[in-house]
């Protein structure tokens, strides 16, 4: 209990979710990732040297599914593609959109606007320290970050895409081309891929050194 001071005093829920969170990554589960989790899909791994994410003072290590080590390039095109509106059907949302750096990795509001101002049936979280839960959204629904960002750019009243056309706007870009084939070596871009490299930049965004965990530790 003592590993986590901070996150705890959010919730007993919270709390929960994170002890199981932290178990579920420890490393023989993590080499076997059950049933729909994307890391059991046969995957193409990062070209580059893994880097080292350095967890901040207060928590654990920032858990890192076996195929999908992040690399400088991996989480640069994350990053990219995370601030990109091309993701949503005409070109106005993007993942930053809702959770955007300035308010915390959220968007300030009681429910999101995606495309169309539309309004959707949730509030959005913080994507700050998502790389600490496996179960992603409210309901808990998807099981990785990789899984989850497929999510809201199919969503109709989040990014209104489909994965298909997030792929084919991606490949027809000669920029992404080239930072797609220096990340995973890829010339054919694929979600699977477009998804790995989001989830690697959300996987640097973690945030620890609370006032809190300075005093404590
Ligand atoms: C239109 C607003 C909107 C957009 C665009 C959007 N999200 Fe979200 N996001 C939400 C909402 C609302 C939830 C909560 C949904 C739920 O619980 O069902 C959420 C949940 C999440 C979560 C889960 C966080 C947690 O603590 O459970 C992550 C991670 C996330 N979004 C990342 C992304 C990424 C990556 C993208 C871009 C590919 C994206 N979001 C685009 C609104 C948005």
Known sequence: MKVFPKLF??????????????????????ASPGPGDHA????IVPMG?????????GLPPVP????????EETIALG????????????GTVSCATCHAPNLG???????????GGQLGTRRAPTVVNAAYNTLQFWDGR?????????????NPVEMGHTLE??????????TYRQLFRKAWGAEQITIDLVTKSIASFERTVVIGNSPFDRFYY
């Open 9 to 30: 005093s959010f919730s007993p829920v919270v709390a929960a979710a994170i002890v199981f969170a932290t178990a579920a990554y420890s490393p023989p589960t993590a």
């Open 40 to 43: 059991s899909r046969a995957g």
């Open 49 to 57: 040297k893994p880097v080292k994410i350095k967890a901040p003072l």
């Open 64 to 71: 890192i599914p076996p195929d999908n080590p992040p690399t």
């Open 79 to 90: 990053r990219r593609l995370y601030y990109d509106p091309g993701l949503s059907v005409d």
């Open 105 to 115: 990795f959220r968007d300030g509001k009681a429910l999101s606007n995606g495309v």
């Open 142 to 154: 998807s099981p990785s970050l990789e899984k989850q960002a497929e999510g809201p750019m199919a």
């Open 165 to 174: 056309g997030v792929v084919k706007f991606v490949q027809s870009d000669p």
